[in-house]
């Protein structure tokens, strides 16, 4: 197979971990003969630096011509200041809906071999599995008037909460296709209690869920579903979510895996350009000391093997290699309390010799078989 990926590393750390999830895509592409073709792009802080625009034309034409969109993180202190149409964090935004990226999936898991750090106790965490389907191209992010004005001569601010039924349909449909496939319960979270948008919400979900007779569909607000998360994260197998509840719920729920870093995404259009993207940002306090956590980048690259070139067992291949990397005590700064841990290039090279291993060990169980 030959494919063409757009590279996007961004700022901070997201130079440092994109560049992991290439060395390991480039020894899987060897492994399994495939061809990936990468190609850089600039985005967030360094394409305002670039061409003063946080996603320049030249850009969304790579992505455009690209089988699939790797992106690291964006922004850092020497944007913060900089007026809203200029900042890093546009860039993604604008990306998010130039593409159409509509469904982004952050799916959740526990490595047990992670337990020593956690902040949870004894098995609390066992057997945790589950995907958070977070909508990312409408609500408060996107809705207009979002400004700065003067109510009766005083300060005042407005941002919108806007969505439209289609949007809502196309979301929730999306998270009851994965639940099919998966354990067959869907967990709509919203704030039926106050907004507006959540009864309608509300509504198309239970419309959404008599297509789907098969699965199960729960409505948990959102307050509770921040406490159910961490009281009884079993409970749960798909969650669907508007865009800024799942942005919220879904750094909770990293926690769950470890750290942050531990977190992958996939951010899916309905034409088939879709685009990965760690959970994390841009981390500038540890940028450029290659102490970053590269994981949640490699898994989001076997995301991209999965989803949008259907290599299941390659994408399960780096799965099963950072869990063994785990299980022999590698750890990146975030994962431990010791002074000694692994640099972000030795964790990526840790990880490319776990597939090595588990290669050669296939590779002799088919000349036996
Ligand atoms: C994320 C990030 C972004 C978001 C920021 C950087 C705009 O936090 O992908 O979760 O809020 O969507
Ligand atoms: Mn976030």
Redesign the pocket.
Known sequence: MRKKIAVLPGDGIGKEVIQGAIDVLQTVGRYYHHEFEFQYGAIGGEAIDQFESPLPKETIDLCRQSDAVLLG???GPKWDRNEAHLRP?KG??AIRKELDLFA?LRPVQSYSSLQETSPFKGDHLEGVDFLIVRE?TGGL?FGKPSERLRDNGEEAVVDTLFYKRKEMERIIDTAFQLAKKRNKKVTSVDKANVLQSSKLWRDVAEEVATKYPDVELEHMLVDNAAMQLIAKPQQFDVIVTE?MFG?IL??EAAMLSGSLGMLP?ASLSSNGLHLY?P?H?SAPDIAGKQIANPIAMILSAAMMLRHSFQLDEEAGAIEKAVKHVLEAGKRTKDLTYQNRFVRTNEMVEEIKEALADDFAILNIMEAYA
């Open positions: 993180a964006v922004g964090e993604l935004l982004n990312l992010y865009n942005d879904s750094d995404s993207e959970a940002g």
